[in-house]
């Protein structure tokens, strides 16, 4: 069973800044099917990456991704008000299913 | 637009079975290209993969879950729905579905979702 870590756990960051979310599985995710979603207060997460790299129909292209194996990286290179949520990697596919426990990112 | 929409009891006595289900709207569950999932969130707390089905009825469990869940589907209702049993405080979350996209070696996780229906164990 892989295990996804992300760091940091919390993000203090001002609109206009860069924030860089890291994911780290226990094991190679195969066929890099690894997600990236957004959660606000009272939502349900919404899809930002998939694939490791692709956006997700709508999403900015402030939102980037990278990463294969173990280690994936989620950018937002330039912070809006309505970005600050908590972000969840993911892998998916058949069995292997498993959110990672989330990074927080919050308005200095 | 595709919609799912979650309903379930809201209440649940402790070593009962929880049932929830999900209604699809927009589009039908009779199709190869895509898989139905539950996901829940603990109060304060992160995602839970519960499970995957195809239309086919094939299934995919979490295996820390795997023992007291049961995912059906029903194409005629155009619904897809979840069996918790012997439940416990443990098992109060928000309910979520979901749909997967597969399309040969692509797939696209989750890019629809229901607002989710809560669920309290408790007697």
């Known amino acids: 069973e892989t295990v996804l870590t992300q760091s940091p756990g919390t993000l203090s960051l001002s609109p206009g800044e860069r924030a860089t979310l890291s994911c780290r599985a226990s094991q190679s995710v195969s066929s890099n099917y690894l997600a990236w979603y957004q959660q606000k207060p009272g939502q349900a997460p919404r899809l930002l990456i998939y694939g490791a790299s692709t956006r997700a129909t709508g999403i900015p292209d402030r939102f980037s991704a990278s990463g294969s194996g173990t280690d994936f990286t989620l950018t937002i290179s330039r912070l809006e008000p309505e970005d600050f949520a908590v972000y969840y990697c993911?892998?998916?596919?058949?069995?292997?299913?498993?959110f990672g426990p989330g990074t927080k990112v919050h308005i200095k | 637009q595709l919609q799912l929409k979650e309903s379930g009891p809201g209440l649940v006595k402790p070593s009962e079975t929880l049932s929830v289900t999900c209604t699809v709207s927009?589009?039908?569950?009779?199709?190869?290209?895509?898989?139905w999932v539950w996901i829940r969130q603990s109060p304060g707390k992160g995602l839970e993969w519960i499970g995957s089905?195809?239309?086919?009825?094939?299934?995919y469990y979490n295996p820390s879950l795997k023992s007291r869940v049961t995912i059906s589907v029903d194409t005629s209702k155009n619904q897809f729905s979840l069996k918790v049993s012997s439940v416990t405080a443990a098992d109060t979350a928000v309910y979520y579905c979901a749909r997967d996209l597969i399309e040969g070696a692509r797939r696209i996780p989750r890019e629809y979702w229901g607002q989710g229906t809560p669920v309290t164990v408790s007697s």
């Open positions: 993911q892998q998916y596919g058949y069995s292997r299913d498993a």
């Open positions: 089905i195809y239309y086919n009825g094939e299934t």
């Open positions: 927009g589009g039908s569950i009779n199709s190869g290209s895509y898989y």
